[in-house]
């Protein structure tokens, strides 16, 4: 069974800078591509960023490039994402998702298996 576990959430400041992990279990992880995505209540869930498996290849949203980092560690099976000079408008619930294969990488129903996801919220 495919187990994705969120952490690093919180209440922050905006400017403030944020890092969210994300542990796997239960899928071989390093061919995976990894992604983080954000919902807002009322909001469809939107794509924040990918990483892809094997070669590592990254992918953002246009919101965040430029002040976002994601990665990964295999050995760890954790795909990590960093968030700086945070905003009120970043505040959602971040998921962590899981696909086996590395195209549509923004699409969120191409994704088959999702964390429970973390509260960021952001004050101004």
């Known amino acids: 069974q495919v187990q994705l576990v969120e952490s690093g959430g919180g209440l922050v400041q905006a400017g403030d800078s944020l890092n969210l992990s994300c542990v796997a279990s239960g899928l071989r992880f390093s061919v995976y591509t990894m992604a983080w995505f954000r919902q807002v209540i009322g909001k469809e869930r939107e794509f924040v960023a990918a990483?892809?498996?094997?070669?590592?290849?990254?992918n953002y949203a246009d919101s965040v490039k430029g002040r976002s980092a994601i990665s990964r560690d295999n050995a760890k099976n954790t795909v990590y994402l960093r968030l700086i000079s945070l905003k009120p408008e970043d505040t959602a619930v971040y998921y962590c998702a899981a696909k086996g294969s590395a195209v549509n990488i923004h699409n969120v129903w191409q994704y088959a298996h999702w964390g429970q996801g973390t509260q960021v919220t952001v004050s101004a």
């Open positions: 990483i892809t498996g094997g070669d590592g290849n990254t």
